[in-house]
């Protein structure tokens, strides 16, 4: 597919930094999501890259909920949050822009008699990504059609910290919190965090957030916006997003998950259903193969369960570290595979029964992780087709 065919999402919180996307695109057609979502669609200046753009509002949650739709309704080579965020370090100048090299979840304690304990949570840039941006940022052509001021903006690499409130203290309790546990944030602001998660559990899609500082999130952020901070830092930030968007299009990231070099801009959708009734029993039922498939067992080539059940084991732990089961369920599916695991080196012959029992109960427990049930329900046929 061609560079001009694949699309990136970008979205923003307030409605000023949405129209600084804005101002960079072109031929922009609305997009409705079925449950009221409203993207726009246009093309970055000069036939550039595909743009899906929307407004998701304040909060990590609203993010990480609209986010996740944009995923879903567009499957893009990447998604970009742009927006401002206020400065921690006094050597981050308004107007300056901050591309997030670790998204930090601040939020994350426990309380106990003793005080509260940081329980941090993060997502870093993945790699590609980030050579991408710095290779933007090393070209300086991101700055190309701003208006003249008397400093250019300067472009930083480093930790956002996410969160819950408006932070607008150098001494609140909030802001020692964050020094004492997240000394290394650069910005902070309120949605990073939510879209990454999102992100994190799209089978890894590139997320990365780029932030103009409109403040310094120590009480003088009335004033600053007095000034019209908020417009100029949205504008910068806007600016070195549309040149990231283009060339992640032009050498997108590859998801940690995918194995081929398939497009992913193109929405996969179902085109049949077929269903087995009565005595029926589906091998394998798929659009593409590549490679050898084995249903059942052959007089000269019987079933490898033990080398079956421990690649299910294998994706049974990505299953969990990736979020797809927690921690009550995975404890519950390794004991089923366990289980399992026991009776084929018992020998299934006089197990049978148990191990499909194992099996079905495991199928159960971890059915909503379509590849766990997809690799299960092979098994299950090798084992029935066991004499």
Known sequence: MSTKDRLVVILTALNLEYEAVCERLSDLTVHRHAAGTRFEVGRLSRGGCRIALALVGKGNHSAAVLAERAMAEFSPAAVLFVGVAGGLWPNIRLGDVVVASKVYAYHGGTSEDDGLKARPKSWEIPHEADQIAHHVERSGRWRDGLTAEPRPATVHFGAIAAGEVVQDSAVSEQARWIRQHYNDALAIEMEAAGVAQ?????????????????????????????????????RHAAAFAAALAQEL???????????????????????????????????????????????????????????????????????????????????????????????????????????????????????????????????????????
Do not use: F
């Not at 570290?321 to 080196?345: F, H, N, P």
């Open 249 to 387: 299009v032009k050498n997108p990231p590859t998801p940690a998950t995918s194995n081929t070099d398939s497009d992913r801009s193109a929405p996969v959708r179902m085109t049949n259903r077929n269903v087995a009734t009565g005595n029926a029993r589906v091998g394998i039922q798929a659009g593409q193969i590549q490679g050898g498939v084995v249903i059942g067992a052959g007089a000269d080539r019987p079933a490898d369960l033990a080398a079956s059940l421990g690649l299910l084991r294998r994706d049974l732990k990505q299953a969990h570290r990736d979020g797809g089961l927690d921690d009550d369920t995975y404890e519950a599916a390794k004991a089923e595979l366990d289980t399992a695991a026991d009776c084929v080196r018992e020998g299934v012959a006089d197990s049978k029964s148990r191990l499909l029992l194992a099996l079905r109960r495991l199928r159960g427990l971890v059915g909503e992780v379509a590849e766990l049930a997809a690799h299960l329900a092979g098994i299950i046929v090798a084992v029935k087709a066991l004499q």
């Open 198 to 234: 999102a992100g994190h559990l799209n089978r890894a899609l590139p997320v990365v957030v780029v932030r103009g500082i409109s403040d310094h999130a120590d009480g003088t952020k009335t004033s600053t916006d007095g000034h019209n901070w908020q417009p100029r830092a949205a």
